[in-house]
């Protein structure tokens, strides 16, 4: 069965440092994989995705980057974390064309002070 | 680009009670549309996701209908119990961008024992 793995489950980090937050997806492969935020009290904003190694479309211009170093790995990262990149940080994967649907971690809460 | 739209944006009944929560879309050109369920603080899990070809999908007390040509979606749960409370998010996948899905405003729900 496949599996979707966000680590680290809470983050606090100061103003300025720089942020790393990984994805990884088993028992698939080639999967689209997806970065969204949610801030307090409001909706899911999309940020990147993939549909393959070294693919990726931004979709939010910020001080946020993604890459995809392996297959069914999301890496999401910031050189300098301003106040308000604080939110909830969820990685999804899904494979467009096929039955499955879309599968979502369990998030990453990240407070930046 | 797909507008999805949910209403209400918030839901109070009391426990026992049959409830339909509403989800619009603006374009029907889609392939999918998932139903997810949030509770505070925690990812998205999924609850139900019909296919385009499909009308409804039912999985224990929840149904989920869908009625792609007046870009409509219903979630209906039946003999609402206190631990359905959350907040409940629909998601379409457009046929022209498969590779991205959007999602709706969310609608909150409390079940009230």
């Known amino acids: 069965s496949q599996t979707i793995h966000q680590w680290p489950a809470t983050l606090v980090q100061p103003v300025g440092s720089p942020l790393s937050l990984e994805c990884t997806v088993e028992?698939?492969?080639?999967?689209?994989l997806y970065w969204y935020r949610q801030a307090a009290g409001r909706g899911l904003q999309l940020l990147f995705y993939?549909?393959?190694?070294?693919?990726i479309s931004s979709e939010v211009p910020q001080n946020l980057s993604a890459s995809r170093p392996q297959d069914r790995q999301f890496i999401l990262s910031s050189k300098k974390l301003l106040l308000s990149d604080s939110g909830f940080y969820l990685c999804?994967?899904?494979?467009?064309?096929?039955?499955?649907?879309?599968?979502f971690g369990s998030g990453t809460r990240l407070t930046v002070v | 680009k797909q507008e999805v739209t949910q209403i209400p944006a918030a839901l109070s009944v009391p426990e026992g009670e049959n409830l339909v929560l509403n989800c619009s879309f603006t374009?029907?050109?889609?392939?999918?549309l998932q139903w997810f369920r949030q509770d505070p603080g925690k990812g998205l899990t999924s609850l139900l996701l019909?296919?385009?070809?499909?009308r409804e999908q039912t999985s224990g007390r929840l149904n989920a209908s869908l009625d792609k040509s007046s870009g409509r979606s219903t979630l209906y749960i039946a003999a609402s119990q206190p631990g359905d409370s959350a907040t409940y998010l629909c998601?379409?996948?457009?046929?022209?961008?498969?590779?991205?899905?959007?999602f709706g405003t969310g609608t909150s729900l409390t079940v009230i024992p």
């Open positions: 019909i296919q385009s070809s499909q």
């Open positions: 993939s549909v393959g190694i070294g693919q």
């Open positions: 998601a379409v996948t457009p046929l022209d961008t498969g590779n991205q899905f959007y």
């Open positions: 999804a994967w899904g494979h467009p064309g096929r039955n499955y649907g879309y599968t």
């Open positions: 028992g698939t492969s080639n999967p689209n």
């Open positions: 374009d029907s050109a889609i392939y999918n």
